[in-house]
């Protein structure tokens, strides 16, 4: 007699291709945008039908929705490890600061996302920014927050803007097609990404200690034991 798939395996199955429809459809909004995505992209991605599709999702828009919110979570877990990682305040701000980069190197998805919902923002659009600051943005910034706020008060950090060692990062990123013109350099090569990586720790080892010494010996850990990702030839951040 033939066996019946139990409703655990079904339920498994389903979780499964819900996954892969998410997943497919996080690199076809990464590059195509809301508007310009089309869910049979999605669907043949997927390896699935289109109303498989809408089974789960009902919509292209709550299929976006979703999907936002999974990516987001994902990048909050991350930060999320860092904060609470079992170490001093300045060791934990050294490490957030690179991950921070890391996040942007590796997760282009993810990046291509918060910019097409920038431009829906200044377009006058809601779209997902209330989402993603109550799933990713309000957490990570009271986490932040509550760390630097710890580093000051038990003397091992100086006075500090918070903004100050995340914003350097984004405007690097932000800023790649001008140095592009300006300096004899490929923002992206890996190597030059190396060199803005190490230089990142270090600066701050330097910049926000008391005790400078402390500083370079942490950001010389750090560094010793997160290594640089390897994501290919970074042709997708050119």
Known sequence: M???????????RAAETRSRILDAALSIFAAHGLA??????????AGVNKALLYYYFESKEKLYSATLEMVSARVRDRSMAVFLREASPGERMLRAALDHFDRILTQREFQSLMQQEMIRMHKGEQGEWPV???????????????????GIASGELIETDWLASLGANVFYFLSAPMWRQILPIEPF???????????LV??????????RTHGAELAAR???DTPMPDVGDFKGLR
Do not use: Y
Not at 2 to 12: D, N, V
Not at 189 to 199: G, Q
């Open 132 to 150: 993603l600051v109550k799933r990713i943005f309000g957490p990570l910034h009271a986490m932040f927050q509550s760390m630097v706020r710890e």
């Open 202 to 211: 270090e600066f701050l080892g330097q910049a926000i200690f008391k005790d």
């Open 189 to 199: 090569d890996r190597e030059v990404l190396r060199t803005r990586r190490v230089a």
């Open 222 to 224: 750090v560094l010793a």
């Open 36 to 45: 310009g995505a089309r869910t049979e992209q999605i669907a043949e991605a």
């Open 2 to 12: 033939a066996s019946h798939p139990t409703h655990e395996t079904q339920a498994e």
